[in-house]
């Protein structure tokens, strides 16, 4: 299977973000991918509250989904919409941060919420609070993409090693990080996370990422990392998509899944150990 990571740079105006992205889908189709990974707010990046209110929409009413979903169709690709900012019918307004798999058919074979929230102070002057303005998803979720079982996850998901192992140890081959990494961590943390992750399931970790300056009507301007990355089961990086937005392409061939798996059995050998004893 080719799969194809589309890297962006999404203002935070769904309707004039759409087009872009559209067009990188039908780019990555016509170079043979038959599974398109996006970023984590593939509709709007945006540091408002109130701007949010304004423009992002409840699932069903959503032109991203909308439009993607025709994408797919038109194309026949397996499509993971690395994640939408939505409404909810939650009584205290969060939105949802929700990824969707859909089907070379145009149907959504598959939805996740982010569960990990991102409330950290990267340094003194730059803190987020993820959780003030989305709810965060209780379900770990694996879906099956062709012949590809996926483990769903989004951005600061990575940091919690214990969900990827849930993941792999119930089937997945591939697990999704679709980002919208700071840059500050970025450098710092990143590759090794995401290299991290897939050595220790022996899985394939695409992880397709918001990259720049996105540009705000509204609210402060955030910055994002870019280097959307691909990776092997074994940990090499097969590809890097450096600051641009564009489109990186990777082979994934589910027979190094296993033998990534035969040559360190780690993944199936639970803790054998009580504890920690507190001496
Ligand atoms: O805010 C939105 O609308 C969309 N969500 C994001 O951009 C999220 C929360 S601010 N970003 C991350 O989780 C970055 C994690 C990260 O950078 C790290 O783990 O170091």
Not at 68 to 76: I, S, V
Request: proline fraction near 5%; aromatic fraction near 6%; include cysteine.
């Amino acid at each position: 299977m080719r799969a194809a990571l589309l890297q962006l740079n999404v203002t935070d105006d769904p309707l004039a973000n759409l087009p872009v992205t559209r067009d990188l889908v039908v780019r990555a189709a016509s170079q043979g991918a038959t599974f398109v990974l996006t970023p984590e707010v593939t509709n709007c990046l945006s540091s408002s509250r109130a701007h949010q209110n304004d423009v992002l929409r409840p699932e069903d009413e959503d032109a991203t989904l909308a439009g993607l979903r025709e994408a797919a169709a038109a194309h026949g690709i397996w499509l993971l919409i690395g994640s939408l900012a939505l409404k909810t019918d939650d009584a205290d307004g969060r939105f949802a941060n929700r990824s969707f798999l859909i089907a070379p058919d145009g149907m959504i074979a598959a939805r996740y919420d982010k569960i990990h929230m991102f409330d950290v102070a990267v340094s003194e002057t730059e803190t987020y609070r993820e959780s003030a303005g989305y709810r965060p998803g209780e379900r770990a979720v694996l879906a099956q993409a062709g012949d590809v079982a996926l483990g769903m996850t989004i951005c600061y998901d990575v940091r919690f090693p214990a969900l990827y192992r849930t993941l792999a140890q119930a089937g997945a081959e591939v697990l999704a990080v679709p980002s919208a990494f700071s840059p500050v961590t970025g450098v710092a943390h990143w590759e090794s996370l995401l290299r991290a992750r897939a050595i220790e399931t022996g899985s394939y970790v695409l992880a397709p990422a918001q990259t720049g300056v996105h540009s705000a009507t509204h609210g402060r301007e955030r910055s994002t990392y870019g280097h959307s990355l691909a990776v092997s089961p074994w940990g090499e990086v097969l590809a890097d998509g450096g600051e641009a937005p564009g489109v990186i392409m990777v082979e994934i061939d589910p027979e190094q899944v296993a033998e990534a798996r035969a040559r360190i059995p780690s993944l199936g050998l639970d803790a054998r150990y009580s504890g920690p004893e507190a001496i």
